[in-house]
């Protein structure tokens, strides 16, 4: 992964605002209506074509495909996965329930657009989980690739995003194996087919992993922390085995506490599983630093610090609210990433989570997505110049 050696380079943490046209199709999809798939290829083709120089144009150095041909950060493994078919219930969300009047809002306001759900009408795992074809996810990377060929030298590196074993576990449960560790290493197992492939396409990989802090307070809300750590350290260790033998420079991964405005009082400390996520086979972490309920905990980087090889893409622009972060705020979030980890080079801006994880649930509109980015960038010169005095902003 490049590293910020003559200035902080910026980033994002994955997806990007879909169409109009092309959220309509995947939330028609996702309802089980019938939609011509031909069209839906054709749209996510476009909306690759038009995202990726869009990120160059905000000033981003680390770009992606915005996640335009998936339907979900982890709900498109429903057509890429076997033995994938049924219902899964996906329970509600600690700091949701604990205040009624806000969770009555936030239930309806889920229901005013067109979009793809992580909550509903989700499947579940009622056979043997494998990758289907590898030849789907090779077709992705060359579609993006394609794209990119067309925009040489006008970034710094490229990535692309896929979902840990954890959270794909919790959003499509088990329902065919005795045990959930079975139903987790069958899930890694199945996985490592599209991580090898994102690799061996010349890309960054990102692991998606909010699992690892959101299910605490989803999944685990009502069971010992002992039991979610526990959770944790057995996701992690899917992972490693799922990734292993790549090389780990080449992989970053991200955990959140779930990418929807609410409360969030009821999210597992990062101090609690930090030691348990740097146990990752990782070259580095995405962390969300932006948001009002995590901003505080970049300081504890300084005293459990990262691993000397690893880098850190720090949240300084927060995906769930329209205000449009000033540059100089950028900056400041930057610099105290900086002092934390020790050293600006092996930090990246970037961003709290994704702007559209499932197709029409993002917060931000269109508009003010790339008055954010930007933002970030411009931000992200300001650090620079304080950061590598001599070097270029």
Known sequence: MQRSE????????????RPPALTR?????????????AA?????????AAIVPAQIEAGLDVINNGEQQRDSFALYLRHRLTGIG????????????????????????????????????????????????????????ADFAGVLAAHAGRYAEAFLTAPSPGIVAAIMQNRHYATDQAYLEALGRA??????????????????????????????????????????????????????????????????????????DHDVPLEA???????????????????????????????????????????????????????????????AAARAVGDPTRVLAGTDCGFDTSAGRGRVTTDVVWAKLRAMAEGARIASARLFPGGRA
């Open 6 to 17: 003559q200035r902080i380079l910026t980033t994002h943490t994955g997806s990007l605002p």
């Open 25 to 37: 199709l995947y939330a028609q999809r996702a309802r089980g209506a019938a939609v011509d798939a």
């Open 40 to 48: 839906v290829a054709a749209e996510g083709r476009a909306a690759l």
């Open 86 to 141: 049924g219902e899964s219930v996906r329970g509600t969300f600690a700091d949701i329930d604990a205040y009624p009047e806000f969770r009555d809002e936030f239930t309806r306001g889920a229901t005013a657009k067109e979009f793809v759900s992580n909550t509903a009408q989700l499947p579940a795992a009622i056979g043997p989980v494998a990758y289907a074809d590898p030849a789907v996810v090779q077709a992705e990377c």
């Open 191 to 264: 996985l490592a087919v599209e991580y090898r492939a994102i690799i061996e396409a010349g890309f960054v990989l990102q692991l998606d992993c909010p699992d690892l802090a959101l299910e605490r307070h989803a999944s685990y809300r009502d069971r010992p922390l002992a039991d979610f750590l526990d959770f944790v350290e057995r996701v992690v260790g899917v992972i490693n085995d799922a990734i292993a033998g790549l090389p780990r420079e080449r992989i970053r991964l991200h955990v959140c506490w779930g990418n929807y405005e609410a409360p969030h």
């Open 273 to 335: 599983i930090l030691p348990i996520l740097l146990r990752a086979a990782v070259g580095g972490l995405v962390l969300p630093f932006a948001n009002p309920r995590h901003a505080h905990e970049i300081r504890l980087l300084a005293r459990m610090p990262l691993h000397a090889d690893q880098i850190l893409v720090a949240g300084v622009i927060d995906t769930l609210t329209n205000f449009v972060e000033h540059p100089e705020v950028v900056a400041d979030r930057i610099e």
